[in-house]
């Protein structure tokens, strides 16, 4: 069983940075893979980054690359997404999810709540 919180989202300007956090309950954390999803009003959720139980393994979604960065910290429980050169398109709510396995669709086992990342012009 996990529980999955974010936070960190807010209101930034095009080109800012922001770090968001997934932070975990439960003692498996560091066995699961760890995504990032985002769903912007009207859209369909869709997978950002996903990085494995020892971090060592990371993948992302093309739009993204170069900008974002997933990382975690397996004594802390938690993931992080760190986003610069924040571009209006990636308003959205984000969402963090677990798995047992490496995927890239929604089909993740456990959910967070989300954060809202708006970015203006």
């Known amino acids: 069983q996990v529980q999955l919180v974010e936070s960190g989202g807010g209101l930034v300007q095009a080109g800012g940075s922001l770090r968001l956090s997934c932070a975990s309950s439960?003692?498996?954390?560091?066995?699961?893979?760890v995504g990032w999803f985002r769903q912007a009003p009207g859209n369909e959720r869709e997978f950002i980054a996903t990085?494995?139980?020892?971090?060592?393994?990371?993948y992302y979604e093309d739009t993204v690359k170069g900008r974002f960065t997933i990382s975690r910290d397996n004594a802390k429980n938690t993931v992080y997404l760190q986003m610069s050169s924040l571009k209006p398109e990636d308003t959205a709510v984000y969402y963090c999810a677990a798995s047992t396995q490496l995927r890239y669709d929604s089909g993740f086992d456990y959910w967070g709540q989300g954060t809202q990342v708006t970015v203006s012009s």
């Open positions: 990085i494995s139980g020892s971090g060592l393994n990371v």
């Open positions: 439960g003692p498996a954390f560091s066995t699961y893979y």
